[in-house]
């Protein structure tokens, strides 16, 4: 079993930046695959940013690319969300997400294990 908790969200302003923690406990996540998404009010659960259980490579949603950073560090069991640029639409709860195949998956369905979620607000 692996647990996930997300820290770092908040309100903020247009144009501000913000980094979202993911901690793991339980089982080592040094082999999984981990993601990033999110859920704003009213609609479906989307991907975020995804990276490899090496970091050997990361994968974005267009809507985030070239604004957000996707990093790791597996000595301390902890995932990084830098989120640079925030605008409105980045309002949503952020979710990090463990999966067990490695390599890099956009799919919800793909992610074995889930945290609570974080709240991001961006006032414009």
């Not at 302003?13 to 990033?36: E, F, H, K, N, P």
């Not at 859920?39 to 989307?46: F, V």
């Not at 490899?52 to 990361?58: I, K, L, Q």
């Not at 919800?108 to 961006?122: F, I, S």
């Amino acid at each position: 079993q692996v647990q996930l908790v997300e820290s770092g969200g908040g309100s903020v302003q247009a144009g501000d930046s913000l980094r979202l923690s993911c901690v793991a406990s339980g089982r080592t996540i040094s082999w999984y695959a981990m993601g990033w998404f999110r859920q704003a009010p009213g609609k479906e659960r989307a991907f975020v940013a995804a990276i490899t259980y090496n970091s050997g490579a990361t994968q974005y949603a267009d809507s985030v690319k070239g604004r957000f950073t996707i990093s790791r560090d597996n000595a301390k069991k902890t995932v990084y969300l830098q989120m640079n640029s925030l605008k409105a639409e980045d309002t949503a709860v952020y979710y990090c997400a463990a999966d067990a195949t490695r390599g890099l998956e956009s799919a919800m369905n793909k992610y074995d294990y889930w945290g609570q979620g974080t709240q991001v607000t961006v006032s414009s």
